[in-house]
């Protein structure tokens, strides 16, 4: 990281609450200059069960907002699938999206803000800075620690055909309003907590090696690593611990501001195949490729691990940068068979057969592959891969 002749760029939400119980105070926060008439709710059944929405639906009304809600955003959607919902909501007047979720959902609400204004298909805003026009002004609550979402520019997007998830980028994504509200994730089961949790430490890690590493994602990949170091067992173990699952959702809220400010790199590249292809969880696929994808990069990256082991809690001050790497490593490694995180691609249909295609998928990610500190080739990349068979 040579920071000699940079500059560096930080954007995020235009307003950003957190807080126990903020849902509830929504409408408080949406800026007094806006005209809002008509929301539109995107959520999880999940989250009509349990109250939730009919807290927000109350919160809007108060300052005048009618809202309707859907539940139809599938899980990891595909364009095809975005394409319809976009053509589904057109003309009916709302003024407001609002998403309540996990990251399925708040991207769902990015891409269709953006469709709705720009007459333009998903595959023609796929890149960085392709959509031209401001899209409908949208509200962002996440319900899952894990994507961070609620702050980037980022919206991911499942191509079938190609057996890809591809990124729309760009600051017209951003929302007007994110809200932190750890008590909408109370009720995470704890295959997601364990999943989502790992997605989030993965996003800081890699945003504090990238090749784009600078002092505003270094402030929050530090502090996210530490606050998902202290929680995410606890969290998993105890969901029902609030000031676990509040520093959970800190943690993967800065881990988002951190891969905003710098990006993400060779483990997600590599990821977005496995999920692609072979449908593994984001967070899954993240969590099993960090210690394969850290261990080929450390020739690179082993004079940064020191400040990653003091963030995540260990004691390495007498010891070598490389010693601090290999406790860094073997405290991921515990956290994967603590949360019971597979370690095994053959337990998804994954076979040698399939290393080649997962390779070529993954070099077409240049965008992250760019910026990983080290230069991997075909062969690393599929001999990466090969140690998960």
């Not at 319809?84 to 309540?100: C, H, M, Q, Y």
């Not at 392709?130 to 980022?154: A, F, R």
């Amino acid at each position: 990281m040579n920071q000699a002749n940079q500059t560096y760029l930080f954007r995020t939400a235009n307003r950003i609450v957190a807080g126990r119980h903020s849902l509830g105070r929504v409408g408080e926060h949406l800026p007094m200059s806006g005209t809002f008439r008509s929301a539109l709710i995107f959520t999880g059944s999940s989250m009509v069960r349990l109250g939730y929405i009919d807290e927000l639906k109350q919160a809007l009304d108060r300052r005048g907002i009618f809202a309707e809600v859907t539940t139809g955003i599938d899980n990891e959607p595909t364009v095809d699938h975005l394409e319809e919902w976009n053509r589904k909501i057109s003309g009916g007047g709302f003024d407001l999206f609002i998403g309540v979720g996990g990251g399925s959902i708040l991207d769902a609400v990015k891409i269709l803000s953006v469709l709705q204004t720009n007459g333009k298909s998903i595959r023609e805003m796929i890149g960085t800075n392709l959509v031209e026009k401001p899209g409908i002004p949208t509200v962002l609550v996440p319900t899952t620690s894990g994507t961070g979402s609620e702050v980037t520019p980022n919206a991911i997007v499942t191509f079938p055909e190609e057996e890809l998830k591809l990124a729309v980028v760009s600051d017209y994504l951003l929302p007007l309003l994110t809200v932190i509200d750890p008590v909408l994730t109370l009720s995470l089961p704890r295959q997601i907590t364990a999943a989502t949790g790992m997605d989030a430490f993965t996003h800081s890690f890699e945003s504090y090696i990238s090749n784009k590493a600078n002092p505003f994602s270094n402030l929050f990949a530090i502090e996210s690593m530490k606050l998902i170091a202290r929680s995410i067992v606890r969290s998993y173990e105890d969901g029902a611990s609030l000031d676990a699952r509040e520093d959970m959702l800190l943690g993967s809220m800065y881990g988002g501001l951190a891969l905003t400010a710098s990006g993400t790199a060779a483990v997600h590249a590599l990821a977005y195949p496995l999920g692609g292809k072979f449908h593994i969880a984001h967070g899954v696929a993240n969590a099993m490729l960090l210690p394969h994808v850290t261990r080929v990069n450390m020739d690179s990256i082993f004079h940064r691990m020191p400040e990653i082991a003091a963030a995540i809690g260990l004691n390495t001050s007498s010891l070598s940068a490389e010693r601090a790497a290999e406790l860094v490593m073997e405290q991921i490694f515990a956290w994967t068979q603590t949360l019971s995180i597979p370690q095994n691609l053959a337990e998804y249909g994954v076979g040698e057969k399939d290393l080649d295609g997962l390779t070529e998928a993954a070099l077409k990610v240049k965008r992250l592959l760019d910026n990983n500190p080290k230069v991997l080739g075909f062969e690393d990349i599929k001999g990466i891969y090969r140690k998960l068979l």
